[in-house]
């Protein structure tokens, strides 16, 4: 078994030069950009990289990130973070008919000004991909996806082009702040997504980092040069989307819901403190417990690196629930008024914590911070 994988490895370079064909002087390597659409999967828009040689028929869009929705426990996998991904390529004329009359979505063009063996090395990096064994890959979607794989490929075939240190426009921005910036702010899946990322999201990108999004990918390759000259032509529009109209202001988002329900709390806390708010208690924490739960379950039992470390598991703290059972009884002992008054500061840090990333979601920390406030300041509830 050694000796044919020694032989393998020797003769795949040979058997490489038999399948992949050699591109014509006149072949063309551009980058195709694709400006984000409504739904959540294309919110970040797209790239590819498009090889097209007239004199050999060739014409392959390349773009990474392609999933089955058959493979087997889809969705476990894809929760997990173990669902394969892989490369997969369309012929340009399926893709600007897909992305110009049904999803309705810009599309920009980059030509690439390389020498033929560059553009070799680049058709080369794409067909060895494509291979069984190569094509299937982990997606991450800050370090590993459509946008920075196109990255490095060109990087490799341009040594030198990319003078990340002078796309200052591309710097001083975190991996969640970069993501935010196209996502809507009073939006339940903003609110879910950040609730979710963990400490590395946090990171300031740099400019190469920060081209794990298309349209920052498309910056780079404006401002790369090679000997003075620039990598690409300026880019130029194959559709132009029309510009989205303004939306009104959402009053069922999680902003104006969420500072509804604190007040609701704030208010009930202060009335009498009836057997029913034991109830209120009990049903509060579980929902904010099972939530807890959950994103705990995807900082330690999953593959997603960007939700380790995650405050959200102080915000709402998932030993609240089912502690809620105890704790917010009208007869307690004097540990589980204990309990709720370490579970407060516990929530009060994250909270203040959150204020530094995304501070809205501090809102959703506020509901349990009031009720542990209130518990661990009253030992007992009245009996009126």
Not at 67 to 73: C, P, Q
Not at 102 to 112: A, F, P, S, V
Not at 203 to 222: F, G, I
């Amino acid at each position: 078994m050694r000796k044919f994988y020694l032989y393998l490895f020797l003769f795949l370079p040979f058997i490489g030069a038999a399948v992949i064909p050699t591109l014509s002087p006149r072949a063309q390597v551009s980058l195709v950009t694709f400006a984000p659409g409504k739904e959540l999967h294309a919110a970040f828009g797209h790239a590819v990289i498009w090889v097209s040689d007239p004199e050999s028929g060739i014409d392959r869009a390349y773009s990474y990130g392609t999933f089955d929705f058959n493979t087997d426990n889809f969705y476990l996998k894809f929760l997990r973070g173990t669902l394969p991904y892989s490369i997969s390529f369309n012929s340009m004329n399926d893709l600007v008919y897909y992305y110009s009359e049904i999803e309705k979505r810009g599309i920009q063009i980059q030509n690439l000004k390389l020498t033929d063996s560059q553009k070799m090395q680049v058709f080369t990096a794409l067909e060895i991909n494509l291979l069984p064994e190569n094509k299937n890959y982990q997606y991450k979607f800050f370090y590993d996806n459509c946008s920075s794989r196109l990255r490095d490929i060109l990087e490799n075939a341009a040594p030198g082009a990319f003078k990340w240190r002078n796309y200052k426009s591309l710097e001083g921005k975190s991996y969640r702040d970069w993501m935010n910036d196209y996502l809507k702010t009073n939006s339940w899946v903003t609110f879910g997504m950040n609730l979710a990322l963990g400490v590395p999201s946090n990171h300031v990108a740099n400019a190469s980092e920060s081209c794990y999004l298309p349209d920052n990918l498309n910056l780079s390759v404006q401002q790369a040069e090679v000997n003075g000259q620039k990598l690409a032509d300026a880019p130029f529009d194959v559709f132009v989307s029309k510009p989205s109209e303004p939306e009104n202001f959402d009053w069922l988002g999680p902003i104006p819901f969420l500072a509804l329900i604190n007040l609701l709390i704030i208010f009930l806390s202060f009335k009498k403190r009836k057997t029913e708010i034991y109830i209120f208690d009990v049903i509060l924490f579980s929902i904010l417990g099972v939530l807890a739960w959950f994103i705990l379950f995807l900082a330690v039992g999953t593959d997603h690196e960007v939700m380790a470390y995650n405050p959200s598991s102080l915000l709402l703290f998932p030993l609240n629930f089912p502690a809620v059972i105890w704790f917010a009884r009208k007869n307690r002992s004097e540990w589980l008024t204990s309990y709720c008054r370490i579970a407060f500061l516990l929530t009060l840090i994250g909270v203040i914590w959150t204020l530094f990333y995304f501070p809205w979601i501090a809102l959703v920390g506020l509901m349990p911070m009031i009720r542990l406030f209130f518990l661990s300041h009253f030992i007992k509830y009245s009996n009126d």
